[in-house]
């Protein structure tokens, strides 16, 4: 049981490039997320899949699009890197069994370090 | 949406004394309150998390309290280890909603 797996650790962009990043997870969870670090900024949700088939916008949505290819993946894309988008990226995923609170529990991947120049 | 607002940013303690950190929240509706720890260069993890119906939980070393009146809960860590040093998230969120609303976090330091 490997939880959540994200691909690549580390990641350096030129200023207009594109990449994405992976995420997985074994958890038979139903939601998923992304957000991105900053220092001093806390976590900032990007974009989230509360189920299979759905994704809405979090609090930093622009620049990013993201894929729910299916219950156990959700990929985040960036079209046109910026330096503005240097950071580092958690994937997470959560149970959110409806009316069970405690399911909200959420279970971080290891992180991508993402730099763009 | 839920404003979840956390102090201090940073918090320096002598090994074995307590620390506390406090957020307030903003919807009163929020019902789930959960705190994750995150180690320098790891992921965040949740050590504890309390629900609306209890007041008080504790776990060995590690205490969380909750207040609905005043819409805040606070972390207490008592007698404190070198390796309690981290940064804290608090977070909140309700029944149905689709995530966590997290706080900015709390960079504590622990002094041997």
């Known amino acids: 049981n490997a939880g959540v797996t994200q691909t690549p650790k580390f990641q350096v962009l030129k200023t207009g490039q594109s990449m994405t990043l992976q995420c997985a997870q074994d958890?038979?969870?139903?939601?998923m997320y992304w957000y991105r670090q900053d220092p001093g900024m806390g976590l900032r949700l990007i974009y989230y899949?509360?189920?299979?088939?759905?994704?809405d916008k979090g609090e930093v949505p622009n620049g990013y699009n993201v894929s729910r290819l299916n219950k156990r993946e959700f990929s985040l894309r960036l079209e046109s890197a910026a330096p503005s988008q240097t950071s580092v990226y958690f994937c997470?995923?959560?149970?959110?069994?409806?009316?069970?609170?405690?399911?909200?529990?959420?279970?971080f991947g290891p992180g991508t370090r993402l730099t763009v120049t | 949406g839920e404003n979840v607002e956390q102090h201090p940013s940073t918090l320096s303690v002598q090994e074995g004394d307590s620390a506390v950190i406090k957020c307030t929240y903003s919807?009163?509706?929020?019902?789930?309150f959960p705190w994750y720890k995150q180690e320098l260069g790891k992921r965040p993890q949740l050590i504890i998390d309390?629900?609306?119906?209890?007041g008080e939980k504790k776990d060995q070393r590690i205490a969380v309290t909750l207040n609905k009146t005043a819409k805040h809960f606070s972390l207490h860590i008592t007698e404190t280890q070198p390796e309690d040093s981290a940064v804290y998230f608090c977070?909140?969120?309700?029944?149905?909603?689709?995530?966590?609303?997290f706080g900015t976090g709390t960079r504590l330091t622990v002094i041997p």
């Open positions: 997470a995923s959560s149970e959110r069994g409806w009316g069970t609170v405690s399911s909200y529990e959420q279970y």
């Open positions: 958890m038979n969870h139903n939601s």
């Open positions: 899949s509360a189920s299979e088939g759905t994704t």
């Open positions: 919807d009163s509706a929020s019902n789930y």
């Open positions: 309390i629900r609306s119906n209890v």
């Open positions: 977070a909140a969120t309700k029944t149905g909603a689709n995530n966590l609303f």
